[in-house]
């Protein structure tokens, strides 16, 4: 019976997604009774090393084998599941693993093993050229990672090092990809599917609201590839006829300057004052043009009983039913966008159908409840099944 786990995460430099699944996960397991060591690293910290030893640490970093099998043997962990491992922890942690005889989940959160960026995006659209080499060389011809050939050619040959010596392939018991699109891609790059299982993301239960709201939405990073520019050119044709508003903050943020009217930025917000306002929208737009991984956004605006309108491809695809719980339009195409909302907006029929299938969705698959079942069993096969 499992009863005492280890999870390895190492926190971004701005806290995101991953960082709150990584301590939503924890939570659930540590409210059902089960013992949780954390093994967790900051990559801030890891910034202030030279580049030397960042780029050598990145390949194999053997003081966190060394720190890794120490908690594991201490703690008599049965099973390490790995969250975010890059830069500062590294491959290391699988073979700190092996020394000890322990199982590793290792969860995808991003394309990182076959993709700089990592979200297949380069130049304003979807990019998938490094996607069946094992070495990424276009990313450092590119310089996706961070704008630098030295950062990117350093990150594809960790990588691609480890592609060679079979790392990602065998060192790994089960992977957890956190959709069918993602963990299509990621057979398509290398990995044996046998070993990738299918586990969503979760949020807690906001409550749901049964009224029509007022306003479109958007949440999200003020970035190209969240897909600003398609949201806002849309607005432009719709002529105030339809009033959004839009929570975050990001690189294009200058542009929420010179907004319509009809538009209402409320900048960078916390996550109660996103559900405040999921509470008051008739709907959400994701006009994501890259390939996003798992968008918390969409399963909390689920939750609230919010229909989406979403880019076509990547996670939506698996995570909205167009027609059901929403629609989705052609990636960056905005008059298609518009199109969207105008057939949802004042269709108080549908919009009312939507809303309780987008929460039924929720409360069938994206709980805390269901997805820590999700995960123990994830966790028993296992051990029970351990690669060695």
């Known amino acids: 019976?499992?009863?005492?786990?280890?999870?390895?995460?190492?926190?971004?430099?701005?806290?995101?997604?991953?960082?709150?699944v990584f301590l939503a996960e924890r939570d659930v397991l540590l409210s059902h009774g089960i013992a949780v060591q954390e093994f967790t690293?900051?990559?801030?910290?890891f910034e202030h090393l030279t580049r030397w030893r960042q780029a050598s640490r990145l390949l194999w970093n053997q003081p966190i084998r060394r720190g890794v099998r120490h908690t594991l043997r201490?703690?008599?962990?049965?099973?390490?599941?790995?969250?975010?491992?890059?830069?500062?922890?590294?491959?290391?942690?699988?073979?700190?693993?092996?020394?000890?005889?322990?199982?590793?989940?290792?969860?995808?959160?991003?394309?990182?093993?076959?993709?700089?960026?990592?979200?297949?995006?380069?130049?304003?659209?979807?990019?998938?050229?490094?996607?069946?080499r094992p070495f990424g060389w276009p990313g450092i011809v590119h310089?996706?990672?961070?704008?630098?050939?030295?950062?990117?050619?350093?990150?594809?040959?960790?990588?691609?090092?480890?592609?060679l010596r079979?790392?990602?392939?065998?060192?790994?018991?089960?992977?957890?990809?956190?959709?069918?699109?993602?963990?299509?891609?990621?057979?398509?790059?290398?990995?044996?599917?046998?070993?990738?299982?299918?586990?969503?993301n979760f949020v807690s239960d906001p409550g749901f609201v049964s009224d029509v709201g007022t306003y479109?939405?958007?949440?999200?990073?003020?970035?190209?590839?969240?897909?600003?520019?398609?949201?806002?050119?849309?607005?432009?044709?719709l002529g105030g006829k339809i009033p959004l508003q839009i929570a975050g903050g990001g690189p294009l943020s200058q542009v929420m300057t010179s907004l319509p009217e009809?538009?209402?930025w409320h900048g960078r917000v916390g996550r109660e004052d996103v559900r405040k306002l999921m509470a008051g929208a008739r709907l959400l737009v994701f006009p994501s043009?890259?390939?996003?991984?798992?968008?918390?956004?969409?399963?909390?605006?689920?939750?609230?009983?919010?229909?989406?309108?979403?880019?076509?491809?990547?996670?939506?695809?698996?995570?909205?039913?167009?027609?059901?719980?929403?629609?989705?339009?052609?990636p960056g195409d905005w008059q298609d966008l518009v199109r969207r909302v105008t057939e949802l907006w004042d269709n108080s029929t549908r919009l009312k159908d939507m809303r309780l299938a987008a929460r039924r969705e929720y409360l069938q698959n994206y709980t805390p409840e269901v997805n820590f079942r999700l995960l123990v069993r994830i966790y028993e096969n296992a051990v029970n099944n351990t690669v060695t």
Not at 41 to 45: A, F, I, V
């Open 143 to 163: 310089a996706c990672y961070r704008g630098s050939h030295v950062a990117s050619a350093v990150l594809a040959s960790m990588t691609g090092l480890h592609w």
């Open 289 to 330: 043009e890259c390939y996003e991984n798992f968008p918390l956004v969409l399963i909390e605006a689920f939750a609230a009983g919010l229909p989406v309108i979403a880019s076509d491809h990547g996670a939506a695809v698996s995570i909205v039913a167009h027609g059901e719980t929403g629609l989705r339009f052609r």
């Open 41 to 45: 690293q900051d990559n801030r910290e």
């Open 74 to 132: 201490r703690t008599k962990a049965q099973l390490l599941h790995c969250h975010n491992i890059f830069p500062a922890i590294s491959p290391s942690i699988y073979a700190a693993a092996a020394d000890v005889g322990v199982p590793v989940v290792q969860t995808l959160h991003n394309f990182r093993l076959l993709c700089a960026n990592p979200a297949f995006f380069r130049d304003g659209k979807v990019c998938e050229l490094c996607l069946p």
């Open 216 to 237: 479109a939405l958007f949440v999200g990073r003020l970035s190209p590839e969240k897909g600003l520019h398609t949201l806002l050119q849309a607005w432009k044709e």
């Open 1 to 20: 019976m499992l009863q005492n786990v280890c999870l390895a995460h190492s926190f971004y430099r701005d806290p995101g997604g991953e960082d709150v």
């Open 166 to 200: 079979g790392t990602w392939q065998e060192s790994v018991t089960t992977y957890i990809a956190l959709t069918e699109f993602s963990r299509q891609k990621f057979i398509e790059g290398g990995l044996p599917g046998n070993r990738i299982v299918v586990k969503p």
């Open 262 to 264: 009809s538009v209402t």
